[in-house]
């Protein structure tokens, strides 16, 4: 399965709806993010940011009279596996071993590195 990375403002989106763990229908998030966030979108502003996040994937959407209902498809655990192995599969070629490795070099903290011992021992 293909990951997309979310920008800063779809993210921001999804944190919203993944905080509700609920379907939202566009006036709704448009209301919220408005009133409560300071935003100042317009309608299509908006509909732009969540048809990429349908296109990533992120979210399906049903038709309800003449509104829209965005449902959340990937739960934010789901995202950020995704989201961690992407980068572990392109920065350090699949390899954790490369991952922490790469941490090491920079001095992992002794009271860390014994928690990381801890947690593969116990894997």
Do not use: C, H
């Amino acid at each position: 399965m293909n990951f997309y990375k979310l920008s800063e403002t779809e993210e921001e989106l999804m944190n919203v709806i993944w905080e509700q763990n609920r379907s939202f229908r566009s006036t709704e998030l448009l209301d919220f993010f408005n009133r409560e966030k300071g935003k100042r979108w317009k309608s299509q502003t908006l509909t732009t940011f969540l048809t990429r996040l349908v296109d990533k994937g992120m979210l399906d959407v049903k038709k309800d009279g003449r509104s829209n209902v965005y449902i959340p498809l990937l739960s934010i655990k789901e995202y950020r596996k995704r989201e961690a192995q992407s980068v572990l599969d392109r920065m350090y070629k699949g390899s954790v071993r490369n991952f922490l490795a790469s941490l090491y070099d920079e001095k992992v903290p002794p009271d860390e590195m014994e928690e990381l011992k801890k947690w593969f021992s116990d894997k």
